[in-house]
């Protein structure tokens, strides 16, 4: 399995970006996918995630009503879509993959790995 994750950049506080997050190789509907970040000097956290089969989704308490997280089955797409950004939320943004059904928001238990895309928040 591989991911391949786009979209980070510059925006500034307030502002909109949205992550793509592309699977390819040996997948299955019995897996979940998630977006993890990690600020510098700080461990890796949870963002949000989401079941592949049946879409339930999670989300961190730091992110919620602002970030959600959605897929397009049809092009092995996870999408993390982030509105009203804070500097808080600058880190590198990593998407990564777990065999089976539940949700897991510890970095440790996800199998796959996506390269991580940058995203700085900043006037």
């Known amino acids: 399995v591989q991911l391949q994750a786009f979209g980070g950049g510059l925006v500034q506080p307030r502002g909109s970006l949205r992550l793509s997050c592309v699977a390819s190789g040996r997948t299955s509907n019995d897996v979940t996918m998630g977006w993890f970040r990690q600020a510098p000097g700080k461990e890796r956290e949870f963002v949000a995630g989401?079941?592949?089969?049946?879409?339930?989704?999670g989300y961190a308490d730091s992110v919620k009503g602002r970030f959600t997280i959605s897929k397009v089955s049809a092009k092995n797409t996870v999408y993390l879509q982030m509105n009203s950004l804070k500097p808080e939320d600058t880190a590198v943004y990593f998407c990564a993959l777990r065999w089976g059904s539940t949700i897991h928001t510890t970095a440790k238990q996800m199998n796959y790995w996506g390269q991580g895309t940058l995203v700085t928040v900043s006037s």
């Open positions: 989401i079941r592949w089969s049946g879409g339930n989704t």
